[in-house]
């Protein structure tokens, strides 16, 4: 029995090889004539094979088995073209499949994978292996026609058959239909053209051209043992007629036939993914990092790393603040010494707990391509920005938002190849995941070049809805109505079509940035496409901030937030309607007075000192144009504190990041500026709107 | 005597739950009943060889050995045999792969009571019909 250690490194391992195979096999849908990727592959199934063996798993061996000897032919024979579809996605189900073993493995289920699976893969490449198509339709030519009529004896027919709706494998229906036709005679044509017929994508009815020598009732026989016929006519023709339809339909059937084999081979494009194009995955972000220079550290480990360090600098300040007030400059320089190291502790600790968002982004490649067959959408997935580095918590928190803007963008944003053509847009959707980093923010944008949100469904949406009167919601301007799509209750209540999908879930995913401590953004411009922008905090962990109070209460604000603090001039205010502003550089920013804000009004604080003392202006910018002051009584120290987030029990408490306890062991608030300014922002917007 | 007249289906499917379901529903039939269950490919070769059923019905993910392989043998053994596939969802290719070897036809699972009693009259009277 391996130990806890060791099973952790199988996994760790284990993912990895997972992860890189999953790169591997999208790497043959770009570019299936290259068979690099399947000599990488048939190696890395190997390696799996055999550790997935010394962990005990038996059968999960024998199935990387199959994919490896699967992988062995398909790098000996080049696999059909048309094959490279199924057999892609084969091989990504083998790997699905792996990973739920993981996932249990890693809760505790040492269950291997079932027996079942393993026939089921092992038969699913033999069919990809073996060659065959439900060829069953003969063409005739007119001569031949003309011959088997002088020799007699056989009749001719059309048979039209309509296969129940409830039909599910309409491929194998027809087989078994055309193999028991073809026992007691031959078809020798059919409508729609075989072509489209055989390859199961065609309607549920059509006409088969019949010649035998049975009479109709031993036909109808051999029809009525199968199942799933639902209606059945067959008709005897005329030899002259006969020949005159399958004349006919093979002439315009020529042309049917190429329309419908480019048609057909135009699915192929998006299934296959033959077509270099499509859904190629342009990576913005070259890997140049081959080379093995890490280690593997258990997440948790660093965690409680951060954790001890934070009591540290929580001590220390504690002891600054001592010192400070004894007056004892001997100790206190001693103490001053330990700045430096602790900086750098500090600073390599944060690092650790930094991930390139490659680790996630890069899965988002089969999704995006997923989704993309699903849709039968063509696009291009752009990422750019793989090398930002995140905070590993926020990240994770990021990853179902994202999933859900990326599969919004394919189901609703990118149009059709055709819809795209008509519009005169490349035939070919652009999806765009960038990331970068700006401030202490990282910002990701999610874009398309699709649609765009359909603004006047929104509009009537508010009508109906009574939020507004029909003139009001024609002013509305777009960025109200963004707003109004993410309030939770507005968007639950709409069907999803009616503003082409956009509208579900999306609050849910602005709640989830919300909690973050970021904020969501919307740009949409018809047929032009949408960028949704995330912003969100670079870590939560450990900040510089500023101290200030209040009505006599401590806060704390992210300096990197700041942008200019000021003694606040009185002269510099500007009123404009309820609103207070305050000039700096001929330019305008909203005042938001903390003591109201934070509803601290204190009696006897404001008796005694208030008119005494002037007040702090601090300027926090989201962007250039976006920034407000903040009023508060009075700055005190900068220093880096340990941001304790709340218990999810009170984490809906907006405007704060959570608490932390300065250097004479009092409790601040730290203020969530970004939450508190894109608050306002949104608030203001609507006041001006509505005014 | 009247059970000589009786169509004799064999069972093939791995689990338990399936072939009692499928064995109460074509007991209801009145004119089939089921002679034999076999819950692997193996077992089903050896037990046909024994039973020579009118009908078999065949699942198709089994462990040891699988339905088409099954499929593929009992077709050597006796060309007559009559083979019906009783599949999952999603298995098209798996199907198909069995229509090829000769299975006759084909229902999905889950299947409700109606569709296996169709597949006993399609298969029974028209061939009590072609044997007139």
New interface residues.
């Given amino acids: 029995m391996a130990s806890k250690e060791d099973m952790e490194l199988f996994l760790s391992e284990t993912e990895d090889l997972i992860q890189k195979t999953e790169d591997e096999i999208l790497k043959i849908e770009e570019n299936p004539n290259d068979s690099s990727p399947i000599q990488e592959l048939f190696f890395t199934f190997h390696t799996l094979k055999g550790i997935i063996a010394m962990a005990g798993f038996d059968n999960a061996s024998k199935f990387c088995h199959h994919i490896e000897t699967t992988l062995d032919h398909a790098k000996k024979n080049k696999i059909s073209a048309n094959k490279i579809g199924d057999f892609i996605n084969v091989l990504l189900e083998s790997l699905d499949m792996l990973r739920t073993l993981l996932n249990r493995v890693k809760k505790g289920d040492m269950t291997d994978i079932d027996n079942k699976f393993l026939i089921e893969v092992k038969e699913s490449f033999e069919v990809l292996e073996s060659t065959n198509d439900i060829a069953f339709i003969k063409p005739i030519t007119s001569s031949k026609i003309d011959q088997i009529i002088a020799k007699g004896g056989t009749n001719f027919y059309k048979i039209y058959i309509l296969i129940q709706t409830t039909c599910v494998f309409k491929k194998v229906r027809l087989f078994i239909i055309f193999r028991a036709l073809n026992e007691i005679g031959q078809i020798c044509s059919s409508n729609p053209v075989p072509e489209v017929l055989e390859s199961g994508k065609s309607n549920l009815d059509f006409e088969l051209y019949y010649i035998s020598s049975k009479n109709p009732s031993e036909i109808t026989q051999i029809l009525e043992e199968i199942l799933e016929i639902e209606n059945k006519v067959i008709t005897k023709l005329d030899p002259k007629d006969f020949k005159k339809i399958v004349s006919d339909l093979s002439a315009t059937g020529k042309k049917v036939k190429q329309k419908a084999l480019e048609e057909v081979s135009y699915e192929e494009e998006i299934i296959d993914g033959k077509v270099k194009d499509v859904s190629r995955i342009v990576d913005g972000f070259k890997d140049t990092s081959s080379k093995i220079s890490s280690i593997k550290v258990n997440i948790e480990v660093l965690e409680r790393l951060m954790n001890y360090f934070g009591e540290l600098v929580i001590t220390k300040n504690q002891i600054n603040q001592k010192l400070v007030e004894k007056e004892d400059k001997k100790l206190k320089n001693f103490l001053d010494n330990m700045d430096k190291p602790f900086l750098d502790i500090q600073e390599l600790l944060f690092r650790l707990k930094l991930i390139r968002v490659e680790s996630t982004f890069n899965k988002y490649k089969r999704l995006v391509r997923d989704v993309a067959r699903e849709t039968g959408k063509k696009l291009k997935f752009i990422l750019e920005g793989m090398d930002v580095e995140i905070d590993r918590r926020i990240l994770e928190e990021l990853n179902s938002p994202l999933v859900h803007l990326l599969r919004n963008a394919i189901y609703h944003g990118i149009e059709k190849s055709q819809e795209r053509k008509i519009k005169n847009k490349d035939e070919i959707g652009i999806l765009e995941l960038k990331t970068y980093r700006s401030g202490g923010s990282i910002f990701i944008e999610v874009s398309d070049d699709g649609k765009g949100i359909e603004y006047d469904k929104i509009r009537e949406i508010v009508i109906k809805k009574g939020l507004y009167s029909r003139e009001e919601a024609m002013q509305l301007p777009k960025e109200v109505l963004n707003q109004l799509i993410l309030l939770p209750n507005f968007t639950t209540l709409i069907d999803a079509n009616m503003i082409s999908g956009r509208g579900m879930g999306l609050a849910i995913v602005a709640e989830n940035i919300k909690k973050l401590g970021g904020s969501l953004s919307i740009q949409s411009k018809k047929d032009i496409g949408t960028k949704f922008t995330l912003i969100v905090p670079f870590t939560r962990a450990i900040l510089k901030a500023q101290l200030i109070k209040v009505s006599g209460d401590l806060f704390a604000i992210p300096t990197e937030h700041i942008e200019q603090i000021y003694i606040f001039n009185p002269s510099l205010v500007e009123y404009e309607g309820d609103e207070i502003y305050y000039k700096l550089n001929s330019h305008l920013f909203q005042i938001i007075q903390m003591e109201q804000y934070l509803d601290l009004v204190n009696q006897n604080y404001e008796s005694s000192k208030s008119n005494s003392h002037s007040k702090i202006a601090i300027l926090c910018k989201l962007s250039e144009e976006n920034g407000v002051i903040f009023v508060v009584d009075e700055i005190l120290q900068q220093m880096d504190i340990v941001v304790k987030p709340f218990k999810s029990d009170y984490a809906d408490s907006q405007g704060f990041l959570g608490s932390t306890i300065t250097g004479d062991g009092s409790i601040c608030l730290v203020l969530d500026v970004l939450n508190i300014l894109s608050l306002k922002i949104r608030e203001n917007d609507f006041l001006n709107l509505i005014n | 005597m009247s059970n000589n007249k009786k169509k004799r289906i064999m069972i093939v499917d ?1 689990a338990q739950f399936t072939r009692n379901i499928l064995k109460k529903i074509i007991s209801k039939t009145g004119y089939c009943e089921v002679v034999g269950e076999a819950k692997n490919g193996n077992e089903a070769i050896s037990l046909y060889k024994k039973l020579k059923p009118d009908l078999v019905t065949m699942d ?5 050995q ?1 339905g ?1 392989e099954t499929t593929e043998k009992l077709l050597k053994i006796d060309p007559k045999a009559t083979i019906i596939v009783v599949s999952a ?1 999603g ?7 069995a ?2 070897k000769g299975a ?5 699972k889950p299947f409700k009571n109606e ?1 296996i009693l ?2 006993m009259e ?2 029974f ?2 061939l009590k ?2 044997s007139k």
Wanted: proline letters at 3%.
């Fill in positions: 791995d198709l993910v089994m462990p040891q699988g088409i969802l298995q098209e290719a798996l199907v198909l792969e229509a090829k006759k036809d084909f229902i999905q569709q169709e597949v399609r298969t009277k028209t019909q072609g």
